[in-house]
């Protein structure tokens, strides 16, 4: 079927929005029509290129990954859901590997295959134009575009009395903050916690330290406006890494340190400071995506001391559990996640990738 999407053609380059030929599903797939689809710091890493995505289907490229909308078609063997269902895309599992048999499915050992391989797992590409490959499949959807492809396995079904406008970032950075909090660190009612980094990920962790009951919440960025906008979501303390040490800040709060901290930024000197600010017994839970080699320098004293630094894929969450727990708490007004979006035209997609590179919004959120 004839779709538009928009691809990326060289590393680093502007997104072009572009008639395609989208693959009929196969047994397994199921055909969504595009609704809304977030941008996430993901998508622009690969078109940078610093995922480990095979050199030779990394360009040109059709990314997207938090993508929703209503199901189209689906193939002979699909069960979950039918045309008319309302879903959330999200990443793919295999659901055979150890870590799937565990109920670890973001830890897959196929999670990258999966997921960044350019084309479904048995190789066949789902995009061309005229007779050039798109490379897609990305996360098995590829949702910036009208209509996608995805895998029974990798879509949610979602109750229609939501608006389905606002419910893309769930696929991936909303989930990932919030599940970080409410299913890897779960803090105790009372606990404090430090966030390093409130863009979307972080302010959805703010929102879920909120829901567990955390009573000291202290956001820390460089960006003024975001953690003014943190307070506004829950955020008890913010502090401005710029102007200050957070480490020491962050001690003046709370006594000894943190609770808990949360890594948001992928920067090597930003997670020193989110362990450092651990007090004895503390956790700190690392998020930021940082391209594969990156090292970064530890006390080790500190952390024989009882403190631990753990990594956390996709907010530990099983999406077909834990989105419509988050829908639930968002209908009864205890989860605005919707504030955090601004809506962008399809073909205002570039404008909308140079806003949330300079910090100016928080969710860009594509308008199909």
């Not at 499949?137 to 079904?157: G, H, W, Y």
């Not at 003024?224 to 800040?249: C, Q, W, Y």
């Amino acid at each position: 079927m004839k779709i538009k999407a928009a691809v990326v053609f060289e590393k680093s380059g502007n997104f072009s929005v572009e008639e395609l030929e989208l693959s009929d599903p196969n047994d397994d797939e199921v055909v969504v029509r595009i609704v809304d689809a977030g941008i996430c710091h993901t998508d622009l890493a690969a078109r940078d290129l610093h995922l480990p995505i095979p050199p030779t289907r990394a360009l040109p490229s059709v990314f997207g990954h938090e993508g929703a909308g209503v199901v189209e078609k689906v193939g002979a063997r699909v069960t979950k859901v039918k045309p008319g269902d309302h879903v959330v895309l999200t990443w793919n599992s295999c659901g055979v590997c150890p870590a799937c048999k565990a109920g670890n499915d973001p830890y897959c050992v196929n999670f990258f295959s999966l997921n960044f391989n350019g084309a479904r797992p048995d190789g066949t590409t789902t995009l061309r134009k005229g007779d050039q490959v798109i490379h897609g499949s990305f996360f098995s959807q590829s949702s910036f575009a009208n209509f996608a492809l995805a895998n029974e396995r990798n879509i949610v079904k979602v109750r229609k009395d939501v608006p389905l406008e606002i419910l893309g970032p769930l696929g991936c950075g909303v989930m990932t903050g919030a599940g970080a909090v409410m299913n890897s660190l779960r803090p105790k009612a009372g606990a404090s916690i430090a966030v390093f980094g409130v863009g979307p990920v972080g302010m959805s962790a703010v929102l879920g330290a909120l829901v567990c009951g955390c009573t000291t919440i202290i956001a820390v960025d460089i960006n003024s406006d975001r953690l003014e906008m943190a307070k506004e979501f829950g955020a008890t303390h913010t502090i401005n890494a710029g102007e200050m040490d957070p480490v020491e800040a962050i001690q003046d709060i709370t006594g000894e340190g943190a609770d808990f901290t949360l890594e948001c930024v992928g920067n090597p000197k930003v997670l020193r400071q989110a362990v450092d600010a651990l007090p004895r017994c503390g956790v700190c839970g690392l998020l930021g995506v940082v391209p594969p080699g990156t090292e970064v320098s530890l006390d080790m004293d500190l952390i024989m001391n009882g403190r631990t630094v753990r990594g956390i894929i996709e907010g530990d969450a099983i999406p077909d559990l834990f989105i419509p727990k988050l829908i639930e708490l968002y209908s009864q007004g205890r989860f605005p996640f919707d504030r955090l979006i601004t809506f962008y035209p399809f073909d205002e997609i570039n404008q909308a990738v140079e806003h949330m590179e300079k910090g100016r919004v928080i969710k860009p959120v594509l308008r199909l």
